[in-house]
């Protein structure tokens, strides 16, 4: 066991370690202000100001402050005073499937690919359909992370905590200061290698970086590429790796409770759980170097080149593989669920969140977006029933307007 430094002879360790715990590449990065001072301020401050100007939305836990009213999210170590530096490992969630911004079949829905995940079961019933059982991201990779930070322990004397997604941490910027990739235009973390199907989990630990062995942040390769601020249908990518959350369908059919902005509803299309079109759009997703779409995980895992005109390299793992009945699902199925059938299919996955009555409030103006007569008795149904649910009847009532008017 050793209590030295990160240093440069420890990255290559670290990466195949990630791998042989199921992520495709890992980093390191200081969280010592003295180590990189200036991108810790400008990170600070891009925060602050980010969270000042009301792009949070309703995401309350963005803005939780400590006892001086600085946003904890702000700096790793206002909340973890032991921290020096934060493992940072991605997975890439890529499947083998059609886009969202591909043609589709009418009168289906769209749910975020990181969302389709699934594990095999030996399950015999009928529902959910070809022993794919869900799961959640959060959960998956947690499991991966806890080996990651097992062999820290043998090999450091160290603390460490792990976070997928729930941790007082800007994740995409230290994945960026880790090399992971640099941030894109659509705010997400862009890597060279595999697009920007990234999936960030990490471990902070209290082993502090040598500053021979820092990391150098990945070269801006978006160049003058403005593809996914263009093709944002609610414009919230307000300017270069700029995000007003409060616009963005990912934000309006997950995170938000209430009522949806009306002049929102129209350009949410058929977006039911998330959106995935800043990342369709996005060339590095289809421009991918072809020699990294080989590379082995396990024996048993790799990430392979598919033959469906995709470019961007695919991951099948077990626990994360994509469900069929999620890509392009049937609104009038989703429409059809009742509390037992939703939670069969999506107990432990990450459309559990939104809940049964807010995901049918987004099918809802789904529905209305098709202009189709056919969801008309079901709309009804849900716009007589204001004292149940006002919220789903509000939508309803809107979604019978767009069709008949």
């Not at 006892?67 to 700096?75: D, F, K, N, P, Y």
């Not at 090399?179 to 999936?199: E, P, R």
Request: proline letters at 7%.
């Amino acid at each position: 066991m050793s209590t030295a430094e990160w240093i440069s002879e420890h990255h290559f360790w670290l990466r195949q370690l990630a791998i042989d715990a199921g992520f495709d590449t890992a980093g390191v990065a200081s969280v010592e202000p003295a180590a990189s001072p200036e991108a810790a301020q400008l990170d600070a401050e891009r925060f602050t100001a980010w969270v000042a100007a009301g792009r949070a939305g309703e995401m309350e836990y963005l803005k939780r402050r400590d006892e001086q009213g600085t946003l904890l999210r702000s700096a790793v170590q206002r909340v973890i005073p032991w921290a020096r530096s934060v493992v940072v490992c991605a997975f890439n969630y890529n499947a083998a499937a059609p886009l969202s911004t591909d043609p589709a079949p009418p009168n289906t829905g769209w749910i975020a690919r990181y969302a389709w995940s699934g594990r095999t079961t030996e399950s015999t019933n009928a529902e959910p359909a070809d022993n794919l059982a869900p799961t959640d991201y959060h959960d998956q990779l947690l499991i991966r992370l806890h080996q990651v930070e097992a062999a820290l322990h043998q090999r450091f004397d160290c603390e460490t905590r792990c976070y997928v997604d729930t941790g007082p941490i800007v994740e995409r910027a230290l994945a960026a200061r880790a090399g992971i990739g640099w941030i894109g235009k659509n705010t997400c973390v862009m890597n060279q290698q595999l697009g920007s199907w990234l999936l960030l989990g990490v471990v902070i630990t209290s082993i502090p970086v040598a500053p021979a062995a820092a990391l150098s942040p990945a070269a801006d390769r978006c160049g003058t590429c403005t593809r996914c601020i263009d093709a944002c249908p609610t414009d919230a990518l307000i300017a270069p790796r700029q995000m007003d959350a409060s616009r963005c369908i990912a934000y309006l059919t997950i995170e938000k409770k209430g009522a949806i902005p009306e002049d929102l509803r129209t350009p949410i299309g058929r977006q039911v759980f998330g959106c995935d079109i800043c990342q369709d759009v996005c060339p590095w997703n289809k421009r991918t170097n072809k020699e990294s779409t080989i590379h082995k995980t396990s024996p048993q895992e790799s990430v392979s080149q598919e033959s469906d005109g995709q470019t961007s390299p695919t991951h099948k793992v077990e626990g994360m593989l994509p469900r069929p009945q999620l890509i392009n699902p049937a609104l009038d199925w989703l429409a059809g669920m009742d509390a037992a059938s939703f939670k069969r299919w999506f107990k432990g996955s990450p459309i559990e969140r939104t809940r049964r009555k807010r995901l049918h409030r987004n099918v809802a103006i789904a529905m209305g977006n098709t202009g189709d007569p056919q969801f008309l008795p079901q709309l009804e149904s849900w716009a007589s029933a204001q004292a149940e649910d006002p919220i789903l009847a509000e939508a309803a009532a809107w979604a019978i307007n767009q069709i008949i008017k």
